[in-house]
């Protein structure tokens, strides 16, 4: 079993609605990240949380330690925002999710 | 351009071949991370140096792989007699030391092997 599980896998949407994407760990941690990866490669870090809630724009994130849970939501999705979506956890290193391709269609 | 930078960005080679990969972190930052990423996966930690020392290695860095930081900045990933499993997105990852666990990462070098 993975340490870190991502669901969905993959995820479509029309623009406009609101998406989901959870992330569940089973180790201890210091730290959860939430990344986006554009095709060609390159990754950005969109958030890194160890409690509660954070908001950036149309993105928030939150997290449930007791639960060992984490959450991205995208309100208002827009084409942009197609990506693959990773998820990582910090014991003593990053330990990566196997993303979330999400595609939003006009 | 303060980033992270990596070079080559794509590199084809024929089996066999021996390839450098070469990533410059963000100047202040004392820790540089090397990570493997196979189409459809996650990235998968490779080593990681504090300034000049390499701290950590994974078991999945056999001995065809050595990295180096020689001067504490720049840093190098070398694979010899290449593979086509070695195939994947090399990414290069920059960090301060204390305090933030938060990583800067390159474009990536893509690698394929024929």
């Known amino acids: 079993k993975n340490e870190v599980e991502q669901s969905p896998q993959n995820l479509t949407a029309q623009e406009g609605e609101f998406i989901t994407i959870n992330c569940s760990y089973s180790?201890?941690?210091?730290?959860l990240h939430w990344l986006q990866q554009h095709p060609g490669g390159g990754i950005v870090s969109l958030f890194m949380l160890s409690s509660g809630k954070k908001k950036h724009g149309r993105l928030i994130a939150t997290i449930n330690i007791q639960e060992k849970h984490s959450s991205l939501h995208i309100t208002a999705s827009h084409p942009r925002d197609s990506a693959v979506y990773i998820c990582a956890v910090y014991p003593d290193k990053l330990i990566f999710g196997t993303g979330t391709r999400l595609q939003v269609f006009p | 351009d303060t980033g992270v930078s990596q070079n080559p960005r794509h590199k084809i080679t024929k089996r066999g071949q021996n390839v450098t990969f070469r990533c410059d972190p963000i100047?202040?930052?004392?820790?540089l991370y090397w990570y493997r990423q196979t189409l459809g996966q996650g990235p998968e930690f490779l080593t990681y140096f504090q300034n000049e020392a390499q701290l950590e290695k994974s078991r999945l860095l056999s001995d065809r792989f050595s990295a180096e930081r020689p001067k504490g900045s720049f840093s190098t990933l070398e694979i010899q007699r290449t593979e086509q499993g070695d195939s994947a997105m090399y990414l290069c990852?920059?960090?301060?030391?204390?305090?933030?666990?938060?990583?800067?990462f390159g474009p990536g070098t893509r690698l394929t092997v024929l």
């Open positions: 100047s202040e930052h004392n820790r």
């Open positions: 990852a920059s960090s301060v030391t204390s305090g933030s666990t938060e990583q800067f």
């Open positions: 180790v201890g941690i210091s730290a």
